[in-house]
T-cell receptor, first 115, second 106 residues
């Protein structure tokens, strides 16, 4: 298994500003992902964070709004840019297991409120 | 999300057994996973099936039949803390479905 930490755990931000969320893993992992989850809703995949290359975004998510960095195999950041109240959500990073089954382990999440 | 069908909500009584079914319409996956997610918390990995059959892990068991496109999660001796959402997930796609919200009542 992997131990994942996220910073910040929560934040309240003003409309139009940006927030960068950090995700740190205690071991090297190939695959890292960013999700968001609004209260009572299912997880929505934002993007796959690729080490050494641009992130792969899901439909409906673009790099200008959600730039992602992945400088090495243990760390990634997600920036939520030019925020609006609709961006209020929990943002989670996850990693896929190092075995052949690729079970996922999730960070504790970042609770973002945009006012 | 993934092409997976699970009941949206289930209710069961403390101490009872509950079976959460999952059917899917895809192939070529390596493993089928079950995750548990308590309200306000991140999902946690519960179990996986690679081969057909039953995998038992304490009070939790998971079953897979690839030929039938079917899996279930069995929870025995239900406890109040088992109230959570349970997500059935295939590892050929990192998207998730809505899962099943289980409520355990006294």
């Amino acid at each position: 298994s992997a131990v994942i930490s996220q910073k910040p755990s929560r934040d309240i931000c003003q409309r139009g500003t940006s927030l960068t969320i950090q995700c740190q893993v205690d071991s090297q992992v190939t695959m890292m992902f960013w999700y968001r989850q609004q209260p009572g809703q299912s997880l929505t995949l934002i993007a796959t964070a690729n080490q050494g290359s641009e992130a792969t975004y899901e439909s409906g998510f673009v790099i200008d709004k959600f730039p992602i960095s992945r400088p090495n195999l243990t760390f990634s950041t997600l920036t939520v840019s030019n925020m609006s109240p609709e961006d209020s959500s929990i943002y989670l990073c996850s990693v896929a297991g190092t075995g052949t089954t690729y079970e996922q382990y999730f960070g504790p999440g970042t609770r973002l409120t945009v006012t | 999300g993934q092409n997976i069908d699970q009941p949206t909500e289930m209710t069961a009584t403390e101490g009872a057994i509950v079976q959460i079914n999952c059917t899917y319409q895809t192939s070529g996956f390596n493993g089928l996973f079950w995750y548990q997610q308590h309200a306000g918390e991140a999902p946690t990995f519960l179990s996986y099936n690679v081969l057909d059959g039953l995998e038992e892990k304490g009070r939790f068991s998971s079953f897979l039949s690839r030929s039938k496109g079917y899996s279930y999660l069995l929870l025995k001796e239900l406890q109040m803390k088992d109230s959570a959402s349970y997500l059935c997930h295939l590892n050929n796609d990192m998207r998730f479905g809505a899962g099943t919200r289980l409520t355990v009542k006294p």
